[in-house]
């Protein structure tokens, strides 16, 4: 089993719809970071959070939103969806002194 | 802000030939690491190689090095004896031990191993 799981694989839906991206890890990891790959601009960070209680912005937070149920699980909301969030998203981890970033699979998905 | 900066959107190299890759980037900050990430086309994504900025000696993994500059903030890849399988997106990445705590990405290279 991969040590990070994301969820769905791919999604596509509808403007306006409200979607939820699931991530959970077996790394024992405090630190969860959800990112946004788009052709041309590389990964780009939307949210991180470095405990249960410790959430932050990252450079392209708005339009979403984020929930750290548990040290292991980390969701990205996209409360109301709108093409141009149409992107690969990947979850990530790592340790404290993030000598590498663990990543999921990543989630494609689709705004139409 | 931290940035990272790839000037190759896509290269091509032949088969068992080398290859260089490069990527710049901008800190302040004395402590840090320094990742290349290949992504092939299953998407996921994968740690070529590690540069631990206090560490004056370049890294090596087995086909893959890293040429770091310091003082020039460079930091290229190397990959000898290049093989089809290395066809994929390669990510220059910056992480901060002391500011920022998170880790930064170019907008990548494409790169393209012909037969």
């Known amino acids: 089993d991969a040590d990070v799981t994301q969820t769905p694989r791919n999604r596509i839906t509808k403007t306006g719809k409200r979607i939820m991206l699931e991530c959970s890890q077996t790394?024992?990891?405090?630190?969860m970071y959800w990112y946004r790959q788009d052709p041309g601009l590389g990964l780009r960070l939307i949210y991180y959070?470095?405990?249960?209680?410790?959430?932050n912005k990252g450079e392209i937070s708005d339009g979403y939103s984020v929930s750290r149920q548990a040290q292991a699980k980390f969701s990205l909301s996209l409360e109301s969806a709108i093409p141009n969030q149409t992107a690969l998203y990947f979850c990530?981890?790592?340790?404290?002194?993030?000598?590498?970033?663990?990543f999921g699979q990543g989630t494609r998905l689709t705004v139409v | 802000a931290q940035t990272v900066t790839q000037s190759q959107p896509e290269m091509s190299v032949q088969e068992a030939e080398t290859v260089t890759l490069s990527c710049t980037y901008d800190?302040?900050?004395?402590?840090?690491?320094l990742f290349w990430y290949k992504q092939p086309p299953s998407r996921q994504m994968i740690l070529v190689i590690r540069?631990?900025?206090?560490?004056?000696q370049n890294a090596t993994e087995n086909r893959f090095s890293v040429n770091f500059q310091k003082a020039a903030k460079s930091f290229s890849l190397k990959i000898s004896d290049s093989q089809l399988g290395d066809t994929a997106m390669y990510f220059c990445?910056?992480?901060?031990?002391?500011?920022?705590?998170?880790?930064?990405f170019g907008p990548g290279t494409r790169l393209s191993v012909l037969p």
């Open positions: 990530a981890t790592s340790d404290l002194l993030g000598t590498e970033a663990f």
């Open positions: 790394k024992g990891h405090d630190r």
């Open positions: 990445a910056f992480y901060g031990v002391n500011y920022g705590q998170n880790f930064v």
């Open positions: 959070s470095f405990d249960v209680k410790d959430i």
């Open positions: 540069q631990e900025a206090y560490k004056q």
């Open positions: 800190t302040s900050e004395n402590n840090y690491y």
